[in-house]
């Protein structure tokens, strides 16, 4: 059953391209970006096995808990984008959770960004070949790293999509999403400056992420080849714990998910109640005035508006700063 979910998942992606000529350029783009992408992390990770095991470390570390990191939040930025394989549409198929969940993990390895995020896993053994210790525990950690990843993903889509069923949620979410993108050029060159005066600092934090979930897996070579083996069985088993923790997780939130299906929210409303209609003075300037205070408080693009109006003299004293916008902070 998981081997026929995969395929009809590659045949409604298949059929999806031969339908959209300009999905399908799409897609090739997409996957030339990514092969661009991994070209330059390969090249990198071949460097950077010649670099100082503890270099090695900080680098590879780093990365990893940032891509663990990135499945695990864009989820929440993208949900519902990606529905080939709905587990609201798998009900109907005579299979169990476990393996439904086996069939959505593979899914999700096989696709682009799993792809991606395999393949620069795997090449991390340019680096770790150098060190024979390193060889052993890559081997045990590699496949762990990219299933946490890919696990962290489904499980907070899954918690996600609970909530996502409204439209409150949706608009929620998007408005917190919107403030970093406007402060997007003040935290960049704030990040920039940062990296610049602090370097040590970040160099003595990046290893402190190898006793995170977000970092455990990736820093298991990185101990293992510095000798610290203590250290390196801590952490796999701290990986190991997160990995178990996520599955099941993801699997009392899809079990929940697929007994009580998601319902369109809607509020309550007393009979005869207008809002702001009922509060203002009748006529045509009252009824204006009322539909304009409706939008105001309920229309996400007008609430977007509010939040962005008291944040416009941060960005004008960021960028007008002695004329100067990249002076440290």
Known sequence: MVATLLRLRFRVLG????????????????????????????????ALGFADVRLAGIVIVGAGSLVTLGWALIPLVAFGVDTTLDPDRL??????????????????????????????????????????????????????AVLTAVVASRAVATVASGFGGG???????????????????????????????????????????????????????????????AAAAAKLLIALATLAALWLLWRASLARSLVR????????????SIGWFSRVPTGAAGAVFARALTYWTRDPRYLRQLIAVPLVPVLLWFYARDGDPFVAL
């Open 261 to 272: 299906p998601r319902l369109s929210s809607a509020a309550a409303v007393r009979a005869g």
């Open 91 to 144: 009900v109907v198929f005579p299979m169990t959770t476990s393996r439904m969940m086996v069939a959505l993990t593979l899914a999700a390895v096989c696709g682009i960004p799993g792809i991606i995020t395999s393949a620069a896993a795997l090449a991390t053994i340019a680096t770790w070949a150098h060190w024979p210790a390193a060889l052993v525990a890559w081997l045990v950690s590699t496949p762990l």
């Open 15 to 46: 059929n999806q391209l031969a339908r959209s000529p300009w999905q399908l350029v799409g897609f090739i783009l997409g996957a030339l970006y990514g092969a661009l992408i991994l070209v330059g992390i390969v090249a990198g990770l071949v």
């Open 167 to 229: 439209r409150r949620f949706r608009e929620v979410a998007g408005i917190l999403i919107f403030i970093p993108l406007i402060l997007a050029g003040p935290i960049i060159v704030g990040l920039a400056n940062g990296v610049t005066v602090n370097a040590d600092t970040i160099a003595e934090l990046v290893p402190l992420l190898g006793w995170t979930p977000l970092g455990a897996a990736w820093a298991v070579p990185a101990d293992a080849a510095a000798g610290d083996l």
